[in-house]
């Protein structure tokens, strides 16, 4: 189906993992359980698979007809 | 409870919906056949196909609902993923895909014409279609009784909103638009919830102090003390764990009846295998999802534990609002462990998991629904020979239809406090002998239309002998049973145990029925019209071009083994 769906899940993390991380910067918020900036930490993990997604939809495109 | 938002989550639920709707307006110039609309054109990719068919089923009230289960229960709860599930999916992907794939069957009902007879079709797609917008209307309503609590967002908002955008995706991309948004529910619930996982295991001293609280837990409940973190070694007697089921009730009835029945035949998981762009896709489909379904537990059932750990432990801090009649409200766990463990942005994420999840339950009802009104009851009953175009512009109706009729239900659910065990009721009713129709339908061509008609028929009859007959503990009303005798002849421990045991007297009886009534009457079809619809009669489908990880039978017996690893090491 024309769309591929890694592209949008892709961007999508890509920009909730980029917002997150950087609100953690922005605004360091310590969690109760760990004493670490888990909206940093969580929002570059999720980045990165945001980041992954968009490798492989790069990698697995089909040929342009 | 109440949670604050701040305007990072508010900008993260922004950002989906964005999404969401946006890929809506990406797909809509591909819909261009009836066959684009309602099975993606048999296009999706296998891997898309098993995230979609395992969302499909992960709606928020499953999530919230194993949440409240692993607090009530404990680890005990994962039966319903290891073997409430994952056999099943084996089994519809090795075994039953080629007849549903392979037929060229446009739905499920529509594999019942091709195999019985229009009759037995008929009951299913109406049965099928009329519970799909009910549940779909039940899910409505819950989002809007969660929202309201949690958020105090008004109800009405929450509902009329839902349905527009579920209209607004499905109306554009049809299917498709569904099965994209069940794949981005995944990774929602995935990475939304590990964080609350991590977090609360951290906090608790890992799963060993999980262990050791709940051992309390158990204890003050005059259970054995591993009760909530051993899965196996209290189902000897529905006395000795709280869902209050024993082995064979809980292997026959959850694992083989309600499961197979579930996953097996329920068009709203298998359209998402239907819609896979080749038959091996399609066999793997269920495969596929079931790697991440047998670790689901993990997510959604450990928070619950965590959560009545913590309640049990004073110095913590946390605590689960009352139900209103003394107990505790379980299915805030969930939403509390959210609440207490995710700083603004993390939680706007996790609360976007849980929308996500109940609004592409949502669509999954209405793109199921749509597709079997269409197909099997518009172009069958209504308006047969009509042009493609024709069918096309009716599912399109049928998806604004459907989504009316389930706001509708949503407010009379939020009107009449029983309706949504009356429905409940009917769905186990209608749901509960199905499998034995299918069983027989495809491994026995001797099966006859009007042996599988009457079968299931009596299926549902004996299903109500039962609920007349029989009661869960402390049942009050008529809805929970006990209605056909003054003394019940048999009272449960649980209505779990008696919702096993009902699905076990109604296969029971649908397969001997159907055996019996299909040696009384003549064969309707012939050898040559069963080619690919019935096992003996259909070539199996050949694996050799693949590697050996793409093979549905390796992957099968790789998914078996871990699950059996799984539950030994939670034994």
Same mark, same amino acid.
């Given at each position: 189906? &024309?769309?591929?769906?890694?592209?949008?899940?892709?961007?999508?993390?890509?920009?909730?993992?980029?917002?997150?991380?950087?609100? &953690?910067?922005?605004?360091?918020?310590?969690?109760?359980?760990?004493?670490?900036?888990?909206?940093?930490?969580?929002?570059?993990?999720?980045?990165?698979?945001?980041?992954?997604?968009?490798?492989?939809?790069?990698?697995?495109?089909?040929?342009?007809? | 409870?109440?949670?604050?938002?701040?305007?990072?989550?508010?900008?993260?639920?922004?950002?989906?919906?964005?999404?969401?709707?946006?890929?809506?307006?990406?797909?809509?110039?591909?819909?261009?056949?009836?066959?684009?609309?309602?099975?993606?054109?048999?296009?999706?990719?296998?891997?898309?196909?098993?995230?979609?068919?395992?969302?499909?089923?992960?709606?928020? %009230?499953?999530?919230?609902?194993?949440?409240?289960?692993?607090?009530?229960?404990?680890?005990?709860?994962?039966?319903?993923?290891?073997?409430?599930?994952?056999?099943?999916?084996?089994?519809?992907?090795?075994?039953?895909?080629?007849?549903?794939?392979?037929?060229?069957?446009?739905?499920?009902?529509?594999?019942?014409?091709?195999?019985?007879?229009?009759?037995?079709?008929?009951?299913?797609?109406?049965?099928?279609?009329?519970?799909?917008?009910?549940?779909?209307?039940?899910?409505? +309503?819950?989002?809007?009784?969660?929202?309201?609590?949690?958020?105090?967002?008004?109800?009405?908002?929450?509902?009329?909103?839902?349905?527009?955008?579920?209209?607004?995706?499905?109306?554009?991309?049809?299917?498709?638009?569904?099965?994209?948004?069940?794949?981005?529910?995944?990774?929602?619930?995935?990475?939304?919830?590990?964080?609350?996982?991590?977090?609360?295991?951290?906090? /608790?001293?890992?799963?060993?102090?999980?262990?050791?609280?709940?051992?309390?837990?158990?204890?003050?409940?005059?259970?054995?003390?591993?009760?909530? *973190?051993?899965?196996? %070694?209290?189902?000897?007697?529905?006395?000795?764990?709280?869902? $209050?089921?024993?082995?064979?009730?809980?292997?026959?009835?959850?694992?083989? /009846?309600? *499961?197979?029945?579930?996953?097996?035949?329920?068009?709203?998981?298998?359209?998402?295998?239907?819609?896979?762009?080749?038959?091996?896709?399609?066999?793997?489909?269920?495969?596929?999802?079931?790697?991440?379904?047998?670790?689901?537990?993990?997510? /959604?059932?450990?928070?619950?534990?965590?959560?009545?750990?913590?309640? *049990?432990?004073?110095?913590? $801090?946390?605590?689960?609002?009352?139900?209103?009649?003394?107990?505790?409200?379980?299915?805030?766990?969930?939403?509390?462990?959210?609440?207490?463990?995710?700083?603004?942005?993390?939680?706007?994420?996790?609360?976007?998991?849980?929308?996500?999840?109940?609004?592409?339950?949502?669509?999954?009802?209405?793109?199921?629904?749509?597709?079997?009104?269409?197909?099997?009851?518009?172009?069958? +009953?209504?308006?047969?020979?009509?042009?493609?175009?024709?069918?096309?512009?009716?599912?399109?109706?049928?998806?604004?239809?459907?989504?009316?009729?389930?706001?509708?239900?949503? +407010?009379?659910?939020?009107?009449?406090?029983?309706?949504?065990?009356?429905?409940?009721?009917?769905? *186990?009713?209608?749901?509960?002998?199905?499998?034995?129709?299918?069983?027989?339908?495809?491994?026995?061509?001797?099966?006859?239309?009007?042996?599988?008609?009457?079968?299931?028929?009596?299926?549902?009859?004996?299903?109500?002998?039962?609920?007349?007959?029989?009661?869960?503990?402390?049942?009050?009303?008529?809805?929970?049973?006990?209605?056909?005798?003054?003394?019940?002849?048999?009272?449960?421990?649980?209505?779990?145990?008696?919702?096993?045991?009902?699905?076990?007297?109604?296969?029971?009886?649908?397969?001997?029925?159907?055996?019996?009534?299909?040696?009384?009457?003549?064969?309707?079809?012939?050898?040559?019209?069963?080619?690919?619809?019935?096992?003996?009669?259909?070539?199996?489908?050949?694996?050799?071009?693949?590697?050996?990880?793409?093979?549905?039978?390796?992957?099968? /017996?790789?998914?078996?083994?871990?699950?059996?690893?799984?539950?030994?090491?939670?034994?």
């Amino acid at each position: 189906m &024309g769309l591929d769906i890694r592209l949008p899940i892709g961007l999508m993390f890509s920009l909730i993992g980029a917002v997150l991380a950087v609100y &953690g910067v922005a605004v360091p918020q310590k969690s109760q359980a760990l004493g670490i900036n888990v909206n940093l930490i969580w929002g570059a993990c999720i980045l990165g698979v945001g980041g992954l997604m968009l490798i492989a939809w790069w990698f697995g495109r089909r040929p342009a007809k | 409870m109440h949670i604050q938002l701040g305007f990072i989550d508010y900008a993260i639920l922004i950002i989906y919906f964005a999404f969401v709707l946006g890929i809506g307006f990406a797909l809509r110039r591909f819909m261009r056949t009836s066959s684009d609309f309602f099975l993606s054109g048999r296009s999706i990719p296998a891997w898309v196909a098993g995230l979609a068919f395992l969302s499909a089923n992960l709606g928020a %009230q499953e999530v919230i609902g194993m949440g409240a289960s692993g607090a009530k229960y404990g680890i005990a709860t994962s039966h319903f993923y290891w073997i409430g599930a994952i056999p099943a999916m084996v089994f519809v992907g090795i075994f039953m895909m080629p007849f549903y794939y392979g037929s060229k069957a446009r739905s499920v009902p529509e594999y019942l014409k091709l195999r019985f007879d229009e009759k037995t079709r008929g009951f299913n797609a109406i049965t099928f279609a009329g519970m799909t917008v009910m549940s779909s209307g039940i899910s409505m +309503y819950a989002m809007g009784r969660l929202l309201e609590a949690l958020l105090g967002w008004d109800f009405n908002v929450s509902v009329w909103v839902s349905a527009a955008i579920i209209v607004g995706y499905i109306y554009l991309g049809g299917l498709t638009s569904a099965i994209y948004n069940e794949v981005l529910q995944f990774f929602l619930i995935v990475l939304g919830f590990i964080p609350v996982v991590f977090l609360g295991l951290k906090d /608790v001293g890992g799963w060993d102090g999980l262990t050791a609280k709940l051992t309390t837990v158990a204890t003050s409940q005059h259970y054995a003390p591993g009760t909530w *973190s051993q899965s196996w %070694q209290h189902m000897t007697s529905s006395a000795s764990n709280p869902m $209050g089921v024993e082995i064979f009730g809980l292997a026959m009835g959850l694992g083989f /009846v309600l *499961s197979f029945g579930y996953w097996c035949t329920d068009f709203l998981v298998v359209q998402r295998a239907m819609a896979a762009d080749s038959m091996s896709a399609a066999r793997r489909t269920p495969l596929i999802a079931a790697f991440p379904k047998m670790l689901f537990p993990f997510l /959604v059932i450990v928070p619950g534990m965590i959560a009545v750990a913590l309640v *049990s432990d004073p110095a913590s $801090g946390f605590s689960l609002p009352s139900d209103g009649s003394g107990g505790i409200d379980y299915n805030q766990a969930i939403p509390a462990m959210l609440q207490h463990y995710l700083p603004n942005g993390l939680l706007g994420l996790g609360l976007c998991a849980l929308m996500a999840s109940f609004m592409s339950g949502m669509a999954g009802n209405v793109t199921a629904f749509n597709t079997v009104w269409t197909y099997d009851i518009y172009q069958s +009953y209504i308006a047969p020979k009509k042009s493609d175009a024709h069918y096309l512009w009716m599912g399109r109706a049928a998806t604004l239809g459907g989504i009316a009729i389930s706001v509708a239900a949503a +407010y009379l659910a939020k009107q009449f406090n029983n309706i949504m065990d009356v429905l409940q009721l009917v769905f *186990s009713l209608v749901n509960a002998p199905l499998f034995a129709t299918f069983l027989l339908g495809m491994f026995w061509k001797r099966a006859t239309g009007h042996g599988a008609f009457f079968g299931l028929l009596s299926g549902a009859i004996a299903w109500l002998i039962h609920h007349g007959l029989t009661i869960p503990a402390g049942a009050t009303t008529w809805v929970k049973g006990g209605w056909l005798a003054s003394t019940p002849v048999h009272i449960y421990r649980s209505e779990m145990a008696q919702s096993f045991w009902a699905a076990i007297f109604a296969f029971t009886a649908c397969l001997a029925m159907t055996i019996a009534i299909s040696l009384a009457t003549k064969r309707t079809k012939t050898d040559d019209e069963l080619t690919g619809l019935v096992y003996s009669l259909t070539s199996k489908p050949r694996d050799e071009g693949l590697p050996w990880w793409q093979k549905p039978s390796y992957l099968g /017996v790789v998914v078996l083994a871990i699950t059996l690893v799984l539950n030994l090491l939670f034994f």
